[in-house]
């Protein structure tokens, strides 16, 4: 059964910090495309960040600069690093585990960026 647990959410004020963490379990995490993506109400689901087995990172234009992607394939966890939080990255916030045309979903973990 292939599980994907994230956490780390939560409320932070503008200009904050916060760190995603994504626990993977059932499948051979290493192999896998990871990713984080996030949906604001009203919204569509939209790409963050991802990162290739290999280590290699893509990040939407609206985070370069500010987050990072990384994984640990000891421990099947990718984490995302939020830093200068605006209250436009308010959103639920999912973990992705891709491998070809499979994909699979974490249940999601808000982020409320508010004073």
């Known amino acids: 059964q292939v599980q994907l647990v994230e956490s780390g959410g939560g409320l932070v004020q503008p200009g904050g910090s916060l760190r995603l963490s994504c626990a993977a379990s059932?499948?051979?995490?290493?192999?896998?495309?990871m990713g984080w993506y996030r949906q604001a109400p009203g919204k569509q689901r939209e790409l963050v960040a991802t990162?290739?087995?290999?280590?290699?990172?893509n990040y939407a234009d609206s985070v370069k600069g500010r987050f990072a992607i990384s994984r640990d394939n000891a421990k099947n966890t990718v984490d995302l690093q939020m830093n200068s939080l605006r209250p436009e990255d308010t959103a639920v916030y999912y973990c992705?585990?891709?491998?070809?045309?499979?994909?699979?979903w974490g249940q999601g973990t808000q982020v409320t960026v508010s004073s």
């Open positions: 992705l585990a891709n491998w070809y045309e499979r994909d699979y």
């Open positions: 059932g499948i051979l995490f290493r192999i896998y495309v």
């Open positions: 990162i290739t087995r290999g280590g290699s990172t």
